[in-house]
């Protein structure tokens, strides 16, 4: 069993930058591939980011080139940096962390993270 807790989550004007933080805690020794989903109210759930226990790294088109999944493995820490914050970004932001298929399926989910972007 994992537990995920996100932090650093807020609000941020439009263009600004938010680093959200995901320590995973209980059974760790083996975590495999992490990740970020986002649902914003109306809208599918998304996969933002996902990165592998080897640092091989998915993104959503939609963040490409302006968000950074890394991962901590000492730690068991994965951080999503979101630089160049859009007014389509706001969701809650939901860390995920070992699961079937890459890099879409995950057993296991925090509690969210609320992220909010203002004009």
């Known amino acids: 069993q994992l537990q995920l807790v996100e932090s650093g989550g807020g609000l941020v004007r439009a263009v600004g930058s938010l680093r959200p933080s995901c320590p995973a805690s209980?059974?760790?020794?083996?975590?495999?591939?992490m990740g970020w989903y986002r649902h914003a109210p109306g809208k599918q759930r998304e996969l933002v980011a996902a990165?592998?226990?080897?640092?091989?790294?998915n993104y959503a088109d939609s963040v490409q080139g302006r968000f950074t999944i890394t991962r901590d493995n000492a730690k068991n820490t994965v951080y999503l940096q979101m630089n160049s914050l859009k007014p389509e970004d706001p969701a809650v932001y939901y860390c995920?962390?070992?699961?079937?298929?890459?890099?879409?399926?995950?057993?296991?989910w925090g509690q969210g993270t609320q992220v909010t972007v203002s004009s």
């Open positions: 209980g059974s760790t020794l083996s975590i495999n591939a």
């Open positions: 990165i592998s226990s080897g640092g091989r790294t």
């Open positions: 995920v962390a070992d699961g079937g298929t890459w890099p879409d399926e995950y057993d296991y």
